[in-house]
Protein backbone atom coordinates (compact mmCIF):
# COMPACT_ATOMS: atom_id res chain seq x y z
CA UNK A 1 0.00 0.00 0.00
CA UNK A 2 1.59 3.39 -0.90
CA UNK A 3 1.65 6.68 0.93
CA UNK A 4 -1.05 7.76 -0.78
CA UNK A 5 -3.24 4.79 0.22
CA UNK A 6 -2.17 5.17 3.57
CA UNK A 7 -3.23 8.55 3.93
CA UNK A 8 -6.56 7.63 2.39
CA UNK A 9 -7.65 5.08 4.96
CA UNK A 10 -6.56 7.47 7.61
CA UNK A 11 -8.78 10.34 6.52
CA UNK A 12 -11.94 7.54 5.90
CA UNK A 13 -11.21 6.59 9.64
CA UNK A 14 -11.39 10.11 10.87
CA UNK A 15 -14.31 10.81 9.08
CA UNK A 16 -16.25 8.11 10.16
CA UNK A 17 -15.05 8.69 13.95
CA UNK A 18 -16.62 11.99 13.83
CA UNK A 19 -19.69 10.68 12.19
CA UNK A 20 -20.01 8.37 15.02
CA UNK A 21 -19.00 10.91 17.60
CA UNK A 22 -20.62 14.58 16.33
CA UNK A 23 -23.93 15.53 14.96
CA UNK A 24 -22.32 16.86 11.08
CA UNK A 25 -25.83 17.24 9.52
CA UNK A 26 -26.32 20.90 10.67
CA UNK A 27 -26.51 22.77 7.65
CA UNK A 28 -25.61 26.20 7.80
CA UNK A 29 -28.76 26.96 5.80
CA UNK A 30 -30.71 26.67 9.23
CA UNK A 31 -28.04 29.45 10.22
CA UNK A 32 -29.16 32.04 7.42
CA UNK A 33 -32.78 30.19 7.92
CA UNK A 34 -33.25 31.18 11.51
CA UNK A 35 -31.19 34.75 11.10
CA UNK A 36 -33.90 35.62 8.48
CA UNK A 37 -36.94 34.60 11.06
CA UNK A 38 -34.72 36.44 13.63
CA UNK A 39 -34.75 39.96 11.60
CA UNK A 40 -38.31 39.57 10.61
CA UNK A 41 -39.06 39.12 14.03
CA UNK A 42 -37.33 42.38 15.31
CA UNK A 43 -38.62 44.58 12.64
CA UNK A 44 -42.32 43.08 13.62
CA UNK A 45 -41.30 44.03 16.90
CA UNK A 46 -39.57 47.64 16.05
CA UNK A 47 -42.98 48.74 14.15
CA UNK A 48 -45.37 47.23 17.02
CA UNK A 49 -42.59 49.56 19.93
CA UNK A 50 -42.75 52.45 17.84
CA UNK A 51 -46.85 53.04 16.96
CA UNK A 52 -46.75 52.35 20.72
CA UNK A 53 -44.01 54.91 21.78
CA UNK A 54 -46.14 57.23 19.70
CA UNK A 55 -49.70 57.10 20.65
CA UNK A 56 -47.90 57.68 23.67
CA UNK A 57 -45.91 60.75 22.96
CA UNK A 58 -49.07 62.13 21.43
CA UNK A 59 -51.18 61.58 24.21
CA UNK A 60 -49.35 62.27 26.90
CA UNK A 61 -50.71 58.93 28.56
CA UNK A 62 -49.33 55.91 29.51
CA UNK A 63 -52.03 53.67 28.53
CA UNK A 64 -51.68 50.31 31.26
CA UNK A 65 -53.59 48.04 28.99
CA UNK A 66 -51.61 49.44 25.36
CA UNK A 67 -48.41 48.21 27.62
CA UNK A 68 -49.91 44.42 28.45
CA UNK A 69 -51.53 44.15 25.13
CA UNK A 70 -47.57 44.71 23.56
CA UNK A 71 -46.12 43.01 25.86
CA UNK A 72 -48.10 40.00 25.05
CA UNK A 73 -47.91 40.52 21.76
CA UNK A 74 -44.52 40.63 21.90
CA UNK A 75 -44.24 37.07 23.85
CA UNK A 76 -46.37 35.27 20.93
CA UNK A 77 -44.28 36.98 18.66
CA UNK A 78 -41.01 35.68 20.34
CA UNK A 79 -42.54 32.17 19.71
CA UNK A 80 -43.57 32.71 16.40
CA UNK A 81 -39.92 33.48 15.50
CA UNK A 82 -38.60 30.61 17.58
CA UNK A 83 -40.91 27.98 15.99
CA UNK A 84 -40.34 29.76 12.47
CA UNK A 85 -36.43 29.01 12.90
CA UNK A 86 -36.98 25.49 13.99
CA UNK A 87 -39.14 24.40 11.47
CA UNK A 88 -36.45 26.14 8.92
CA UNK A 89 -33.59 24.70 10.56
CA UNK A 90 -34.86 21.15 10.69
CA UNK A 91 -35.74 20.89 7.26
CA UNK A 92 -32.41 21.94 5.91
CA UNK A 93 -30.56 19.65 8.57
CA UNK A 94 -32.79 16.64 7.30
CA UNK A 95 -32.49 17.56 3.87
CA UNK A 96 -28.64 17.60 4.49
CA UNK A 97 -28.27 14.08 6.35
CA UNK A 98 -30.58 12.56 3.58
CA UNK A 99 -28.03 13.84 1.13
CA UNK A 100 -25.18 12.46 2.89
CA UNK A 101 -27.26 9.25 3.65
CA UNK A 102 -27.26 9.91 7.71
CA UNK A 103 -29.21 9.48 10.72
CA UNK A 104 -30.22 12.63 12.00
CA UNK A 105 -31.88 11.09 14.39
CA UNK A 106 -29.64 9.00 16.73
CA UNK A 107 -27.34 8.97 20.21
CA UNK A 108 -25.68 11.83 18.96
CA UNK A 109 -27.98 14.24 18.06
CA UNK A 110 -29.98 13.48 21.25
CA UNK A 111 -26.44 14.22 23.13
CA UNK A 112 -26.95 17.63 21.09
CA UNK A 113 -30.59 18.04 21.75
CA UNK A 114 -30.14 17.22 25.72
CA UNK A 115 -27.16 19.79 25.95
CA UNK A 116 -29.28 22.29 24.23
CA UNK A 117 -32.01 22.07 26.24
CA UNK A 118 -31.09 22.14 29.64
CA UNK A 119 -29.42 25.99 29.19
CA UNK A 120 -32.55 27.00 27.57
CA UNK A 121 -35.23 25.65 29.99
CA UNK A 122 -32.76 27.70 33.04
CA UNK A 123 -32.96 30.61 30.78
CA UNK A 124 -36.63 30.37 29.92
CA UNK A 125 -37.71 29.81 33.76
CA UNK A 126 -35.29 32.74 34.28
CA UNK A 127 -36.89 35.52 32.06
CA UNK A 128 -40.18 34.01 33.32
CA UNK A 129 -39.19 35.35 36.68
CA UNK A 130 -38.06 38.64 34.79
CA UNK A 131 -41.66 38.76 33.48
CA UNK A 132 -43.30 38.24 36.59
CA UNK A 133 -41.17 40.94 38.56
CA UNK A 134 -41.85 43.68 35.60
CA UNK A 135 -37.89 43.76 34.70
CA UNK A 136 -38.66 43.78 31.09
CA UNK A 137 -35.49 45.13 29.73
CA UNK A 138 -33.40 42.57 30.73
CA UNK A 139 -35.13 40.07 28.67
CA UNK A 140 -32.84 40.44 25.52
CA UNK A 141 -29.90 40.24 27.03
CA UNK A 142 -30.88 37.48 28.89
CA UNK A 143 -31.76 35.48 26.03
CA UNK A 144 -28.45 35.56 24.45
CA UNK A 145 -26.61 34.46 27.21
CA UNK A 146 -28.41 32.03 28.02
CA UNK A 147 -28.78 30.82 24.16
CA UNK A 148 -25.15 31.46 24.17
CA UNK A 149 -24.11 29.30 27.01
CA UNK A 150 -26.89 26.46 25.31
CA UNK A 151 -24.73 26.71 21.85
CA UNK A 152 -20.95 26.15 23.71
CA UNK A 153 -22.53 23.36 25.73
CA UNK A 154 -23.97 21.58 22.87
CA UNK A 155 -20.84 21.86 20.51
CA UNK A 156 -19.08 19.26 22.47
CA UNK A 157 -21.13 16.82 20.13
CA UNK A 158 -21.53 18.81 16.64
CA UNK A 159 -19.13 20.88 14.57
CA UNK A 160 -16.80 22.59 16.65
CA UNK A 161 -17.22 26.00 14.92
CA UNK A 162 -20.42 26.34 16.76
CA UNK A 163 -18.69 27.22 19.96
CA UNK A 164 -17.41 30.68 18.23
CA UNK A 165 -21.33 31.26 17.80
CA UNK A 166 -22.25 30.65 21.19
CA UNK A 167 -19.33 33.11 22.72
CA UNK A 168 -20.22 36.11 20.43
CA UNK A 169 -23.79 35.41 21.67
CA UNK A 170 -22.37 35.64 25.46
CA UNK A 171 -20.55 38.65 25.13
CA UNK A 172 -23.33 40.25 23.04
CA UNK A 173 -25.95 39.63 25.70
CA UNK A 174 -23.51 40.88 28.47
CA UNK A 175 -22.76 44.32 26.62
CA UNK A 176 -25.97 44.55 26.18
CA UNK A 177 -26.51 45.05 29.83
CA UNK A 178 -24.80 47.94 29.82
CA UNK A 179 -27.30 49.64 27.31
CA UNK A 180 -30.63 47.94 28.27
CA UNK A 181 -32.59 50.64 25.88
CA UNK A 182 -30.88 48.63 23.19
CA UNK A 183 -32.28 45.71 23.67
CA UNK A 184 -34.22 45.03 20.48
CA UNK A 185 -31.21 46.28 18.42
CA UNK A 186 -28.84 43.53 20.37
CA UNK A 187 -31.76 40.78 19.67
CA UNK A 188 -31.66 41.77 16.19
CA UNK A 189 -27.76 41.24 16.01
CA UNK A 190 -27.16 38.45 18.04
CA UNK A 191 -30.16 36.47 16.87
CA UNK A 192 -30.23 37.57 13.26
CA UNK A 193 -27.60 39.02 11.73
CA UNK A 194 -24.34 36.78 13.83
CA UNK A 195 -26.81 33.46 12.36
CA UNK A 196 -26.31 34.48 9.10
CA UNK A 197 -22.75 35.01 9.31
CA UNK A 198 -22.47 32.26 10.89
CA UNK A 199 -24.70 30.13 8.46
CA UNK A 200 -23.04 31.26 5.50
CA UNK A 201 -19.60 30.79 6.64
CA UNK A 202 -20.63 27.10 7.43
CA UNK A 203 -21.92 26.41 4.25
CA UNK A 204 -18.68 27.79 2.76
CA UNK A 205 -16.84 25.61 4.60
CA UNK A 206 -18.55 22.70 4.50
CA UNK A 207 -21.49 22.30 1.87
CA UNK A 208 -20.24 24.44 -0.67
CA UNK A 209 -17.79 21.99 -1.82
CA UNK A 210 -19.34 18.86 0.48
CA UNK A 211 -16.75 18.79 3.10
CA UNK A 212 -18.08 16.95 5.46
Known amino acids: MTDQQHLEALTDIKRMMERSSR ?28 EYYFRWNTTGV ?39 NLPIWDLTSRKVLINTAIPLAAGGAFI ?7 LEGLIAPTCLVFYGLAIINASKYTLPDVRYLGICEVVLGILNLFYLNYGLY ?9 HIIYGTLMWWKYERKGTV
Not at 128 to 134: P, V
Request: positive net charge; proline residues 0%.
Open 62 to 100: HNHEDFIVLKYRLIVLGFSVLAAALIAGTFFTWRKARKN
Open 23 to 50: FISLSGLSGISAGICGLIGAFIANMWLN
Open 186 to 194: FWAIGFGLL
Open 128 to 134: AGLLFNH
